[in-house]
């Protein structure tokens, strides 16, 4: 699967941004999908995931309660609401998809917030 994400860029603390990933391929739906965020100077981070089938996603302590996940199968498409964003939330974004064991990363998008 390829994936490209989209929706990163500039917003002032306590903003918000919804970032998108697009997928490639009919078997879409049979994937788990979800982020990861990396800062600079740090390891790549865990964010939050969502199954194959939908229902509540997991998070990253971090950004619970401000972030959502969400998947269009129709769309091929899984989405990052995040709210209430704060100047550590800034990082490039990745979006990911499981299957079979392997792992499929999409180009990241840059996402800064500002104090």
């Known amino acids: 699967v390829q994936l490209q994400a989209s929706g990163g860029g500039l917003v002032q603390a306590g903003g918000s941004l919804r970032l998108s990933c697009a997928a490639s391929?009919?078997?879409?739906?049979?994937?788990?999908v979800g982020w990861f965020r990396q800062a600079p100077g740090k390891e790549r981070e865990f964010v939050a995931a969502?199954?194959?089938?939908?229902?509540?996603?997991y998070y990253a302590d971090s950004v619970k309660g401000r972030f959502s996940i969400s998947r269009s199968n129709n769309k091929l498409t899984v989405y990052l609401q995040m709210n209430s964003l704060k100047p550590e939330d800034t990082a490039v974004y990745f979006c990911?998809?499981?299957?079979?064991?392997?792992?499929?990363w999409g180009k990241g998008t840059q996402v800064t917030v500002s104090s």
């Open positions: 990911y998809a499981d299957y079979s064991g392997i792992r499929s």
């Open positions: 391929g009919r078997t879409f739906s049979s994937y788990a």
């Open positions: 969502i199954r194959y089938s939908g229902g509540g996603g």
